[in-house]
């Protein structure tokens, strides 16, 4: 129970930081609300590294219904992480944009 609500918490703290961006456009709180995305991401992926099938189903659980709660509507971004997702947002009410990853096949 406690690692599907770390998920579903996890979700959300991604879900609002763009929200908090936009109601208060300080450097700090934004930096803070970055600090608890990756936390909180760092914090799955120690679950998900205990090798644990239970554990890790839970977390996914978790994230799906943080997902289904907190994303906005028309959402079609694919997770890749959180922690890696907090790393690649860029405040949209700053005028930037989410980061694009992108991948290439191995040579």
């Known amino acids: 129970v406690g690692v599907v609500?770390?998920?579903?918490?996890?979700?959300?703290?991604?879900?609002?930081?763009?929200?908090?961006?936009?109601?208060?456009?300080?450097?700090?709180?934004?930096?803070?609300a970055f600090g608890l995305n990756v936390t909180l991401g760092w914090l799955l992926m120690l679950v998900?590294?205990?090798?644990?099938?239970?554990?890790?189903?839970?977390a996914v659980l978790g994230l799906m219904l943080g997902f289904w709660l907190f994303a906005e509507r028309g959402n079609r971004k694919a997770l890749g992480t959180p922690c890696c997702d907090a790393?690649?947002?860029?405040?949209?009410?700053?005028?930037?944009?989410?980061?694009?990853?992108?991948?290439?096949?191995?040579?």
């Not at 790393?87 to 990853?101: E, I, N, Q, R, T």
């Open 48 to 58: 998900a590294m205990t090798f644990s099938v239970e554990l890790f189903g839970c």
């Open 5 to 32: 609500l770390l998920g579903i918490v996890t979700q959300a703290a991604v879900g609002l930081r763009a929200a908090i961006s936009r109601r208060f456009p300080s450097k700090v709180v934004d930096c803070c």
């Open 87 to 107: 790393l690649a947002f860029d405040s949209k009410s700053s005028g930037g944009s989410v980061a694009a990853v992108e991948t290439s096949p191995l040579s």
